[in-house]
């Protein structure tokens, strides 16, 4: 596991964190998060970039204690 500030940024990263991307379509923030090595759950659309980052960060944390 890697923490998102150590993490290199793609260079199609719109928002400068991991998982957090601008969906054009509903032009919204959507945050995303990886399961394991095959499942990603979508953790929802919002409306400014701080509130996808709060619930990726969130989901980040809860995962780490569901490790420990």
């Known amino acids: 596991?890697?923490?998102p500030e150590r993490r290199v940024k793609q260079?199609?990263?719109t928002s400068?964190?991991?998982g957090v991307?601008?969906?054009k379509t509903h032009e919204r923030w959507v945050a995303r998060i990886n399961v394991g090595?095959?499942?990603r759950i979508c953790l929802g659309y919002?409306?400014?970039k701080e509130e996808a980052i709060a619930a990726r960060k969130a989901a980040e944390?809860?995962?780490r204690r569901a490790k420990k």
């Open 11 to 13: 260079w199609n990263n």
């Open 16 to 18: 400068g964190y991991p």
């Open 61 to 63: 944390e809860e995962q």
């Open 37 to 39: 090595h095959s499942k």
């Open 1 to 3: 596991w890697v923490k």
């Open 46 to 48: 919002f409306r400014t």
């Open 21 to 23: 991307y601008w969906d």
